[in-house]
């Protein structure tokens, strides 16, 4: 190999790890196009230093040109958006015994990032439960110490667990719902379904508690609607879910519309489509927190969704379902007004 030229690599060419070979003084003597890409053009020759300026990862490869190694350690590039690569630096023996090196980069970027979404979910889950139990444990104390003759404090108390209790099972299940969602995100649901059954059936769920404040649901749904592709429990959870919220973030003595109604085209999709669409009347959802109202555990007003016995996870839920029939899930809201939330399924 020419120590002063980039040597035509093709076998490492199109790997997408960045891959650089250093000869004894600890210059480029080759790099893939990986490494091209990520460090330029110009690095025939250069000292590693020039481009890596990570002290972990020269020590690796000083390591592995003195003929140690493998070496591996982590760097971050700070750029705009953060980098992380596994640098690996291993010796490469020569017949004629002059040392050199090769450094193998591996971008970890998304994994660390995954990795910290699933310890943040982890930890809001904790947070989630313990809340909750920790109320149970306290009214539990109080039972069994200075209110434990006290008749009429003793129902006040029991009332008080059961919700709390009730909150903790719910979130239970909204958990087991995501994980089941998640195991089967890619496997497209395959039955045919007439969608104004659903419909009326989560509509008949909730009617109860519309009910109760004085809430009206106005269904507008027309004749001979197309079928949809679809799971027939989980598009009842999303109705489910999205009628209840309306109700929950509707104001008393207001109106729910759910309409219906058949597009030639989904957006991004060349297909027709079938648009449902859950208008409340209500306090609204400032437009700043649209983007993030579908995350895990968002919510807008945290004490206001807890006292209204919600978990956090009906959105994360729906807009798993909507993506698993390959739908698109819309939010429009006007402060002060109500939001209207739409669900697209395309026409099987
Ligand atoms: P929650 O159990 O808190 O209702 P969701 O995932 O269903 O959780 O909703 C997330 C958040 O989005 C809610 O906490 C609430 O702040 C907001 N939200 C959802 N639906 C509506 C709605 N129809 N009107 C106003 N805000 C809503």
């Given at each position: 190999?020419?120590?002063?030229?980039?040597?035509?690599?093709?076998?490492?060419?199109?790997?997408?790890?960045?891959?650089?070979?250093?000869?004894?003084?600890?210059?480029?003597?080759?790099?893939?196009?990986?490494?091209?890409?990520?460090?330029?053009?110009?690095?025939?020759?250069?000292?590693?230093?020039?481009?890596?300026?990570?002290?972990?990862?020269?020590?690796?490869?000083?390591?592995?040109?003195?003929?140690?190694?493998?070496?591996?350690?982590?760097?971050?590039?700070?750029s705009s958006i953060p980098r992380t690569f596994r640098v690996i630096a291993s010796a490469v023996p020569r017949n004629d015994g002059v040392s050199q090196a090769v450094i193998i980069m591996h971008d970890t970027t998304n994994e660390k990032r995954v990795e910290s979404m699933r310890a943040d979910f982890v930890a809001n889950v904790s947070h989630e439960l313990r809340s909750p139990l920790a109320s149970l444990l306290g009214f539990i104390e109080t039972l069994l110490g200075p209110a434990r003759d006290d008749d009429k404090v003793r129902g006040r108390f029991l009332d008080i667990m059961k919700t709390e209790a009730e909150r903790m099972a719910r979130l239970i299940d909204d958990l087991l719902s995501l994980s089941r969602l998640e195991a089967d995100e890619h496997i497209h649901p395959r039955h045919l379904l007439a969608l104004s059954p659903i419909l009326l059936r989560a509509a008949e769920v909730v009617r109860d508690r519309a009910k109760a404040k004085g809430i009206k649901l106005v269904m507008d749904i027309p004749e001979n609607l197309p079928n949809v592709l679809g799971d027939d429990d989980q598009l009842m959870q999303v109705f489910q879910n999205l009628f209840d919220n309306a109700i929950k973030y509707g104001w008393e003595n207001s109106a729910?519309?759910?309409?219906?109604?058949?597009?030639?085209?989904?957006?991004?999709?060349?297909?027709?489509?079938?648009?449902?669409?859950?208008?409340?009347?209500?306090?609204?959802?400032?437009?700043?927190?649209?983007?993030?109202?579908?995350?895990?555990?968002?919510?807008?007003?945290?004490?206001?969704?807890?006292?209204?016995?919600?978990?956090?996870?009906?959105?994360?839920?729906?807009?798993?379902?909507?993506?698993?029939?390959?739908?698109?899930?819309?939010?429009?809201?006007?402060?002060?007004?109500?939001?209207?939330?739409?669900?697209?399924?395309p026409v099987a």
């Amino acid at each position: 190999m020419d120590d002063q030229t980039l040597v035509p690599w093709n076998i490492f060419d199109n790997l997408p790890d960045p891959i650089l070979v250093l000869d004894r003084d600890c210059r480029i003597t080759a790099a893939n196009n990986a490494a091209v890409d990520l460090f330029g053009t110009k690095i025939q020759g250069l000292d590693l230093v020039l481009i890596l300026r990570q002290p972990a990862a020269l020590a690796a490869a000083s390591v592995a040109l003195e003929g140690g190694g493998p070496e591996t350690v982590e760097i971050t590039f700070y750029s705009s958006i953060p980098r992380t690569f596994r640098v690996i630096a291993s010796a490469v023996p020569r017949n004629d015994g002059v040392s050199q090196a090769v450094i193998i980069m591996h971008d970890t970027t998304n994994e660390k990032r995954v990795e910290s979404m699933r310890a943040d979910f982890v930890a809001n889950v904790s947070h989630e439960l313990r809340s909750p139990l920790a109320s149970l444990l306290g009214f539990i104390e109080t039972l069994l110490g200075p209110a434990r003759d006290d008749d009429k404090v003793r129902g006040r108390f029991l009332d008080i667990m059961k919700t709390e209790a009730e909150r903790m099972a719910r979130l239970i299940d909204d958990l087991l719902s995501l994980s089941r969602l998640e195991a089967d995100e890619h496997i497209h649901p395959r039955h045919l379904l007439a969608l104004s059954p659903i419909l009326l059936r989560a509509a008949e769920v909730v009617r109860d508690r519309a009910k109760a404040k004085g809430i009206k649901l106005v269904m507008d749904i027309p004749e001979n609607l197309p079928n949809v592709l679809g799971d027939d429990d989980q598009l009842m959870q999303v109705f489910q879910n999205l009628f209840d919220n309306a109700i929950k973030y509707g104001w008393e003595n207001s109106a729910i519309i759910v309409s219906v109604n058949l597009i030639d085209t989904m957006p991004r999709q060349a297909c027709p489509g079938v648009i449902v669409s859950i208008a409340d009347q209500g306090d609204g959802i400032p437009a700043h927190h649209l983007p993030r109202i579908t995350e895990r555990f968002y919510r807008v007003d945290k004490a206001r969704s807890k006292s209204l016995g919600g978990t956090g996870l009906g959105l994360a839920i729906v807009k798993h379902i909507v993506g698993r029939h390959r739908g698109q899930l819309g939010i429009t809201s006007t402060e002060g007004e109500g939001s209207t939330f739409t669900v697209t399924l395309p026409v099987a």
